[in-house]
């Protein structure tokens, strides 16, 4: 039996248009991630119908773009933040495979234990159950996430706490804070803390 392509493709875009997330699924499975004959590969697109379909509620098109974005694949840039919020809505509408997943996503990186709720504070992607499997991570020699992390003290500069470029008032000192280090002065500039 020869099946026409072209012909699903017409019938999967009316009921788009009649507002049907199923068929926003479909024309993303069928038609283009599989280039099934009728029109090429092309994930774009494939994504995209996926993209509106999560938005509508489709726990399958949430499941794989969040996987996209875990795994940095079909021209996704990896991104932890992105793959959590797909997953969860994914997971949210009772998709088995997107609780796994998550759960896998968010072991702890020191007893594996599954949806640890602690993260680390430098990179917001490494999770750990409490602050003892923490502890015993970071004091791990042969840990690769301390030495390519380095937790808060080398966040990344968009993360990272600016440093105060004011002047003391009273002083003049540069990077001054409440009580100046040379001044030791304390709300009042004219009022020197002894």
């Given at each position: 039996m020869d099946q026409d392509y072209q012909a699903a493709a017409e019938l999967y875009h009316e009921a788009i248009e009649c507002g049907s997330v199923e068929a926003l699924w479909s024309m993303g499975c069928v038609v283009y991630n599989k280039g099934e004959g009728v029109l090429e590969e092309n994930l774009?697109?494939?994504y995209s119908y996926w993209q509106r379909?999560?938005?509508?509620?489709?726990?399958?098109?949430?499941?794989?773009i969040g996987y996209a974005y875990w795994k940095g694949v079909d021209g996704h840039e990896k991104s932890f933040k992105l793959a959590k919020k797909y997953m969860k809505a994914s997971a949210a509408q009772g998709d088995d495979i997107a609780v796994a997943d998550l759960k896998v996503m968010t072991a702890c990186a020191q007893c594996?234990?599954?949806?640890?709720?602690?993260?680390?504070a430098g990179c917001k992607q490494v999770h750990y159950c409490n602050k003892a499997c923490q502890l015993q991570h970071w004091q791990d020699a042969s840990?690769?996430?301390?030495?390519?992390?380095g937790?808060?003290?080398?966040?990344?500069?968009?993360?990272?706490k600016e440093k105060s470029d004011r002047e003391c008032a009273s002083c003049g000192a540069?990077?001054?804070?409440m009580n100046c280090s040379d001044c030791r002065y304390e709300g009042d500039p004219r009022r020197k803390v002894r």
């Open positions: 774009t697109t494939a379909a999560a938005a509508l509620g489709h726990a399958q098109a949430a499941r794989n594996d234990t599954g949806s640890a709720p602690g993260v680390c840990n690769p996430h301390m030495a390519r992390c937790g808060a003290s080398n966040a990344s500069p968009a993360t990272a540069h990077n001054a804070r």
